[in-house]
């Protein structure tokens, strides 16, 4: 059937009043969770997981998504209204949006934040309907090779491209696959590495990693050097959108989504990395450079775009090669397997219905999103503003009560509070959370993959490089490791921007 | 900075993360040396084609050792690791490892506590002895909320999901025992 249908028939499916209420349910609790500083949407998706077992897919992945795509708007208002602020893939949009809402231009800065999220989330879902079908189509006579080929590349990358330092990402990677060894092998039915412990025979839950590693270990660093005092938050004050407001931003908007949207596709480290380069491009074309450090609204606008474009673009070999390339598109692969799918190029043959509705809601996300944003800015500025002591407390709670949600028994608590601990470590020392979750969950995969090109060949490693396709994927993992060292450069040369500000 | 009352051991910080960064890239290394040691006691079955149940633990061992080396090779010459930001991390705070300490054990009562008197008051405690540690006053309100929230949420999962958290001493009790 033609796309275009699907399309519709998606829409009209998404528009049904229930699954509406699924996709504001989605898009309130990411904006939520995106202003918060301590949680972020994959820690919030993984804390959701349990809704899997009452929910229908369609209905949990609408949240998913929207939880996904909330994240990326709340975080804006977050690094233009806090003094203090953080989150890796909004720092950028602090470095202006920051200076402007001290200046009194907070109103401007929060309005072309969600007005470039809105543009560039939108023109990146058109893009994401447009490809992801013909990706999927190319990506149906994919064999086992070409999957393990497309899981090392993600790997890597993701190990390699996020945090600092390359050896520490590859090293969280490997704690990540040696949680998710743990428990009986599929192939064998053999336990392996569970110490004798009958808990472990079943392997640890995706939910009970995810929850550990970013709710218990971000709680446990936040608390051991906590900012004390009242919350900071800049008055909103300024004008919202005036004729210089829109000549100055539409242009960022677009340019940030073209860079945001291929970055976003390939697993280069995700929104980060784009909304460096956005920063990079919009001061150099600034016709006043000089305001760049002091408040210049393309510095917010193209960024925010680019932020939102890549969420958008990640969902690309998330659908269509089952590739997650973020923490929480992982934890979001994780949901589809606990309802028997497989994300990947079937997806779009054997459950249209529910991509359809999906990629629909997307949609129907985004302009739900720009109301929440805009006109209820005020609402994020109070859920800003909870203190801190109950935010903390709060995160723990319900991260102790997400675990035992899911088996409902004790022991997995103490797998949480060690995977905590490990979290804690983790984060004092440089080593970058998101690739153990994504190991932990591609893991498993992997190893199957490799099984099972291995006995096809039988025993032969040659079959692991004999296909054209993973020929090319690992030649562009060579190219994406040597364009990632360049761009690094290129974001030192940001930081040094940075420092005097 | 209200953290006076957290007791360093060494009085140099700088060597104190050097000592902790040693430390747990070395318990990397452990930990990969005991994958390789497990991943030989594996039980392969006759039936297993050419690619059984160990050689993945295996590289997984071989990754773990390789890469907890080489972040102890790395602090050996002077890098350390980049310690994470965030929006409520007070960059020039000393770590605080009494409040770690205190919150891990509000942790461990909480998971002991379930099967002895129930969640609802579990989770009370781990809310309020939590929020109490990060600093909230007064004692009042900590526990006024605390006890709000737990049962708010014990009702909510009773009667809403339907999944049942144990009531403890509230067994019986309508709402709240689902």
């Known amino acids: 059937m033609d796309n275009v249908t699907l399309l519709l028939e998606g829409f009209a499916t998404a528009m049904q009043p229930e699954y509406l209420l699924y996709a504001l349910l989605g898009v309130t609790l990411g904006t939520a969770v995106g202003v918060l500083p301590g949680i972020g949407p994959a820690m919030t998706v993984a804390l959701l997981l349990p809704l899997t077992y009452t929910l229908e897919p369609t209905a949990a992945l609408i949240i998913f998504a929207g939880i996904y795509y909330g994240g990326m708007y709340g975080g804006s208002t977050t690094s233009i209204l806090l003094n203090t602020p953080g ?110 412990m009958s808990v472990l025979a079943d392997g640890i839950d995706v939910v009970v990693v995810a929850v550990g590693f970013f709710a218990v270990g971000e709680a446990l660093y936040v608390a051991s050097r906590l900012r004390h005092g009242p919350v900071e938050v800049v008055p909103l004050g300024g004008k919202w959108m005036t004729r210089e407001f829109w000549a100055r931003s539409w242009k960022p908007w677009l340019r940030g989504t073209a860079i945001g949207f291929p970055i976003g596709t390939i697993p280069a480290g995700g929104a980060d990395v784009s909304t460096f380069l956005s920063y990079a491009a919009e001061k150099k074309l ?45 934890v979001i692969v994780a949901a589809f397997q606990s309802y028997g799918i497989q994300p990947g190029p079937q997806l779009f043959t054997n459950n249209p219905a529910m991509v359809w509705a999906l990629i629909a809601s997307l949609y129907i996300g985004n302009v739900m999103l720009l109301v929440l944003n805009l006109p209820l800015v005020k609402i994020w500025v109070k859920v800003l503003q909870i203190p801190r002591p109950y935010l903390y407390a709060g995160i723990l709670l319900f991260a102790a009560l997400g675990t035992y949600a899911v088996n409902f028994i004790v022991e997995d608590l103490v797998v949480l509070l060690v995977i905590g601990v490990v979290g804690f470590f983790m984060r004092r020392h440089g080593y970058p959370v998101a690739p153990a979750v994504v190991g932990m969950i591609l893991g498993p995969m992997a190893e199957e993959q490799l099984r099972r090109t291995l006995t096809i060949s039988q025993g032969n490693p040659v079959a692991l490089v004999d296909s054209p396709f993973a020929m090319v994927a690992y030649g562009l993992l060579a190219l994406v490791l040597i364009t990632t060292l360049v761009l690094r450069l290129r974001r030192n040369k940001v930081d040094e921007v940075k420092v005097p500000a | 900075m209200t953290s006076v009352d957290s007791p360093t051991p060494t009085a140099d910080p700088v060597r104190g993360r050097q000592i902790e960064e040693y430390v747990f890239g070395g318990l990397i290394v452990v930990l990969g040396i005991f994958t390789l040691v497990e991943a030989g006691t594996i039980k392969v079955p006759a039936s297993a084609s050419s690619i059984g149940p160990r050689a993945f633990p295996y590289a997984v061992g071989v990754l773990l050792v390789a890469t907890g080396l080489a972040a102890v090779v790395a602090t050996v010459r002077g890098k350390f690791g ?75 999962f009773a009667s809403g999901l339907g999944l049942s958290l144990p009531a403890g001493i509230f067994e019986g009790v309508p709402l709240l025992d689902g």
């Open chain 1, 286 to 330: 600034a016709k006043r450079p000089e305001e760049f450090g002091k408040g210049a609204i393309e510095g917010v606008a193209g960024p925010e775009a680019a932020n939102n474009a890549a969420a958008a673009g990640v969902l690309v070999p998330l659908l269509t090669l089952g590739l997650p390339t973020t923490a929480t598109a992982a």
């Open chain 2, 82 to 156: 980049e310690q994470e930001d965030a929006e409520d991390v007070d960059a020039d705070a000393r770590t605080d490892w009494l409040t770690v300490v205190k919150l891990l054990a509000f942790l461990v009562a909480h998971l002991v506590l379930i099967d002895l008197v129930g969640w609802p008051v579990a989770a009370m405690l781990l809310f309020a002895g939590a929020a109490w540690t990060l600093g909230a006053r007064p004692w009042w309100k900590v526990l006024l909320i605390a006890v709000v929230l737990s049962l708010v949420i014990q009702v909510a």
């Open chain 1, 87 to 196: 989150e890796s893939s909004s720092i950028v949009t602090a470095l202006e949006g920051n200076k402007m809402a001290k200046a009194g231009r907070g109103a401007a800065a929060l309005a072309t934040a969600a007005i470039g999220s809105f543009v560039a989330g939108t023109i990146a879902t058109v893009l994401l309907t447009v490809l992801a079908p013909t990706i999927a189509d190319l990506a149906v006579t994919l064999g086992p090779p070409d999957y393990f080929a497309l899981m090392v590349v993600a790997f890597v990358t993701v190990a390699a491209l996020l945090g600092s330092s390359i050896s520490r990402g590859l090293a969280s990677l490997a704690l990540g696959l040696f949680a998710g060894l743990i428990g009986t092998d599929t192939l064998s039915g053999q336990p392996r590495l569970t110490m004798g």
